[in-house]
C-alpha cells in the first residue's frame, strides 16, 4: 500500500468505525457484530503500524489509551465551574418557582433533567475536534484528563454534521453504569481487594487513573447537560443541546420541556419511581430556566444560577431491629461482619442483611444488638446502616466487642497495621478460605472447569476427598461414585474438566494459583518475564520489581507466596501432575531477555515501529516501560520531536540517549 493509499484508507476506516462507535455507544444500536467491528479496528491498526506518521490523535485506534500521565496539568477554566443550590423539598421548589415568576415579568419554560451522580467534566471543542477535557476542581481550575476522556466511546472526538460552533466547551457528567461496576467489583473479589464502594467514586477515581489504556478498559459513560460559547445556534438551553444531538453527543433522551413548576413535579415523582431501573445511579432532577435571556436577567449568586435548582432525592431510608452480627470469612481471609435485620421493605425489595464492612464502622456508628437502627439504600448497591435511633436504645445495652477468633475455624485474628479489616491467617486449615482458593482455581478465567461449582466444592471438601487445589488431580471415578447427588455423567463430567485443565497455559495457572492481589494481568507479566515457576519462584522483591506493572504491594506478596513450604508444595504436586509452569514455545519464540535489567522511556515520534509496539518489543524482551527520566531509567529512546524537558534530563542525568535504530538493533 503507497502512504497515499493508507491515508484514504485510514481516513475510511476511522469514518466507518467512529459510526460504528456512535451507533452503540450514543444511539444504542448494534448494527454490525463484534468480530466485524474488532475486524474493522484491526485493519486500521495495521495500516497505522505501516504508516506510523500517518496516526493522528482523533483516530479510533487512539480510544484503547496507552497515554500515561505523571501528573495532571491544572487548567483555569474559561467559564468557571458553578454548583447548584439544592434541596430536598418541594416547598422549597415552589419558593423557587415563586422567587422566578416575580423577577420574570413574561411567560418561562422550564427544563427538566435528571441528575447524574458522577464526575463533572468539560469538554472543549474547536473546528469539531475534541481538543481539552478539564475535571471540575475547584470551580475555577481542574485537572486536564483529555487521554482518559478520549477513551470514553460516548464521547465524540470529531463532531458529526458542519452546524457546529467553531469552538466551543460541553458540560456533563462522567458515570461508570452498574454493570461495569459490579464486573470490576468482582475481579477485585477475585484478587482478594476491598470492593469499590459505589460508582461514583469508582468514576471519579478511574477519570484520575494514569495510565489511559486502563480507563478505555473500564468503559466510563458520559451524559452531556450543559453547552457553552460565544456563537452557539440558539438562544436557548433546550434547544442548543437538541443541536448537540445532531453533533453527536450523548445528550440524555431524559430531559423534558415543561411549562410550569406543575410539569416540574411530575417529572419528579416519574423519576422519583423509575430512578431504580436506570442503567446508572442519579440523585435527583435539576431544573432550568430554558430561555438564555431569561438566565440573563436571574443571574448569579456567588457560587450558582439563581435560574437553576436541583432537587436531591431523599436516600430511602427505614428503620429496624439489628437482630445479630454475623462474621463471614472470605477467600482471602478478611472478616466482614454483616447485620442480620429484621426483615423490612426498602425501596422495593426485603432487607434483611447490611454490611458493616469493618471493626472501625461498628465502633464509628456504634451500632449494638437490639438497637433500632437507620437502613439506607443510596448510591451504594448493598443497604448501608447509618444510624442508630437512641431513644430505642434497650436499657442494658453494651457496645459490640469485635470477635478476635475465626468463627469458621477459632484461629486468632489479626489486624494489618494499615488495615480496616481483621484477618484469619490460618489459610491451611480454614474451610472458607479453603474452599473459595478452589472455586477460584476453577473459574473459567482462571482453570475453566465449569463442572466444579460451589455445590461440588462443598460436597468434594466435606466429604474429606479435596483439601487443596492439587488433590483435584488425585481424584477417580470410583471416589466419587459413592457420593450422594453425583450420578455417573456428572462424576465423569468432572474427571475430564479436571483433566483437560491441564492444557491450561501457565500464565493461567499462574493466576489460578491464587497468590493475594496477582490478577489476570499481572499473572500474564510475571509469566512473560520470568517464564517458569522455579525463577519466579527464586525472585526476591527487587527483581519482581523490575518487572512492569508489578508494585511494591504484589511483589511483596509473590515473596510471601513463595516463603510458605505449603504453597511449595502444594505447587510441585501440580507440577508433579502435568500442569503447566512453563511459558509455552510459541509465547517464548516472541520474548528474550535482551533487555532484562533495563528501564526504558521513550519519547517523541517513531518511524518504523509506533509507540505502542516499541512498548511492546520493550517488555517482550525483558525490558521495563516507564514515563518519567530518573536515576534509575537506563535508556531513552528519542524519536522524533522528542520531548524537550525529557531530553534535559535524561542529559543531565547521564542517561544512555539512543535513536530508534539503535534500539532496533538491540533487539535483533
Ligand atoms: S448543570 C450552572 N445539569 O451537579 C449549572 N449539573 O451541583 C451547572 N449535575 O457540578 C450544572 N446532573 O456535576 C447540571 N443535569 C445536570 C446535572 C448536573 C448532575 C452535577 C454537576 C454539577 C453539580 C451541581
Keep these: ?60 485506534s487512539q480510544r484503547v489509551g496507552g497515554t500515561v500521565t505523571k501528573e495532571f496539568k491544572t487548567i483555569r477554566h474559561k467559564y468557571p465551574m458553578l454548583s447548584l443550590s439544592n434541596t430536598y423539598s418541594e416547598d422549597e421548589l415552589i419558593e423557587f418557582d415563586n422567587r422566578i415568576a416575580k423577577t420574570l415579568s413574561s411567560k418561562y419554560e422550564y427544563v427538566c433533567e435528571l441528575k447524574y451522580d458522577g464526575v463533572a467534566i468539560g469538554i472543549t471543542y474547536k473546528q469539531g475536534k475534541l481538543v481539552q477535557a478539564v475535571t471540575r476542581g475547584d470551580g475555577e481550575k481542574g485537572d486536564e484528563v483529555t487521554a482518559n476522556v478520549r477513551t470514553i466511546k460516548s464521547i465524540p472526538i470529531k463532531l458529526r454534521g458542519n452546524d457546529y460552533p467553531d469552538d466551543f466547551e460541553i458540560r456533563g457528567e462522567i458515570v461508570m453504569p452498574h454493570d461495569i461496576f459490579d464486573e470490576i467489583n468482582k475481579e477485585r473479589e477475585d484478587i482478594g481487594e476491598e470492593p469499590l464502594a459505589n460508582p461514583r467514586n469508582s468514576a471519579s477515581g478511574t477519570l484520575k487513573m494514569q495510565d489511559s489504556a ?157 438497637d433500632q437502627v437507620y437502613v439506607e439504600k443510596g448510591g451504594e448497591i448493598i443497604p448501608k446502616i447509618v444510624g442508630v435511633d437512641l431513644s430505642k436504645r434497650p436499657v442494658h445495652s453494651v457496645a459490640v466487642e469485635f470477635i478476635t477468633r475465626c468463627p469458621e475455624c477459632n484461629a486468632k485474628l489479626v489486624r494489618g497495621e494499615e488495615e480496616a479489616a481483621h484477618f484469619c491467617q490460618n489459610e491451611n486449615g480454614c474451610p472458607p478460605q479453603i474452599k473459595g482458593r478452589i472455586e477460584h482455581f476453577a473459574s473459567r478465567r482462571a482453570m475453566n472447569i465449569d463442572s466444579l461449582g460451589r455445590e461440588t466444592i462443598e460436597l468434594l471438601f466435606n466429604s474429606g476427598l479435596v483439601h487443596d487445589i492439587a488433590d483435584l488431580y488425585d481424584l477417580k471415578m470410583e471416589d466419587l461414585l459413592p457420593l450422594e447427588r453425583m450420578a455417573e455423567k456428572s462424576a465423569s463430567n468432572l474427571i475430564s474438566g479436571i483433566k483437560s485443565s491441564k492444557q491450561i497455559p501457565f500464565e493461567r495457572v499462574l493466576f489460578a494459583i491464587g497468590i493475594r492481589h496477582v490478577g489476570e494481568t499481572s499473572a500474564k507479566k510475571l509469566a512473560y518475564y520470568f517464564k517458569d515457576i522455579n525463577a519466579l519462584e527464586k525472585a526476591s522483591r527487587e527483581e519482581l520489581l523490575e518487572v512492569g506493572d508489578i508494585g511494591e504491594r504484589i511483589a511483596e506478596s509473590v515473596h510471601n507466596f513463595f516463603s510458605d513450604e505449603k504453597n511449595k508444595e502444594i505447587i510441585s504436586r501440580l507440577h508433579q501432575k502435568g500442569l503447566n509452569f512453563t511459558l509455552s514455545k510459541e509465547a517464548l519464540a516472541t520474548t528474550s531477555d535482551k533487555l532484562k535489567g533495563f528501564t526504558i522511556v521513550i519519547s517523541g515520534k517513531f518511524h518504523k515501529i509506533s509507540r505502542d509496539e516499541l512498548k511492546k518489543q520493550i517488555e517482550q524482551n525483558g525490558g521495563k516501560n516507564s514515563s518519567a527520566v530518573s536515576g534509575s531509567t537506563n535508556f531513552l529512546v528519542a524519536g522524533e520531536n522528542i520531548g524537550p524537558e525529557k531530553l534535559k534530563k535524561a542529559e543531565k542525568l547521564g542517561v544512555k540517549i539512543i535513536a530508534e535504530d539503535e534500539f532496533l538493533k538491540m533487539i535483533e
Design 214 to 370: 486502563v480507563v478505555a478498559k473500564r468503559k466510563l459513560d458520559c451524559y452531556l447537560y450543559f453547552i457553552l460559547g460565544e456563537d452557539l445556534p440558539f438562544q436557548s438551553h433546550y434547544e442548543n443541546l437538541d443541536a448537540a444531538i445532531r453533533w453527536g453527543f450523548k445528550v440524555p433522551k431524559y430531559n423534558m420541556k415543561v411549562g410550569n413548576i406543575k410539569g416540574v413535579f411530575e417529572f419528579i415523582r416519574q423519576w422519583d419511581k423509575a430512578r431504580h431501573g436506570l442503567p446508572f445511579d442519579i440523585d435527583g432532577v435539576v431544573v432550568k430556566i430554558n430561555s438564555y435571556e431569561q438566565q440573563k436577567t436571574l443571574g448569579f449568586t456567588a457560587k450558582s444560577p439563581r435560574w437553576a435548582i436541583a432537587y436531591k432525592f431523599k436516600a430511602e431510608r427505614v428503620s429496624t431491629k439489628l437482630e445479630s452480627i454475623a462474621y463471614q470469612v472470605g477467600r482471602t481471609g478478611a472478616i466482614t461482619p454483616v447485620a442480620n435485620l429484621k426483615p423490612v421493605l426498602l425501596a422495593g425489595t426485603t432487607v434483611k442483611r447490611a454490611s458493616l464492612h469493618n471493626a472501625d464502622i461498628i465502633e464509628k456508628l456504634d451500632v449494638r444488638i437490639g
Design 1 to 60: 500500500m503507497t502512504a497515499t493509499e493508507a491515508k484514504h484508507r485510514i481516513a475510511e476506516l476511522s469514518k466507518i468505525i467512529e459510526e460504528h462507535n456512535y451507533n452503540y455507544y450514543v444511539l444504542d444500536k448494534s448494527i454490525i457484530s463484534d468480530m466485524e467491528f474488532d475486524k474493522l479496528l484491526k485493519e486500521l491498526i495495521d495500516v497505522e503500524n505501516e504508516y506510523p506518521e500517518l496516526i493522528s490523535p482523533d483516530s479510533p
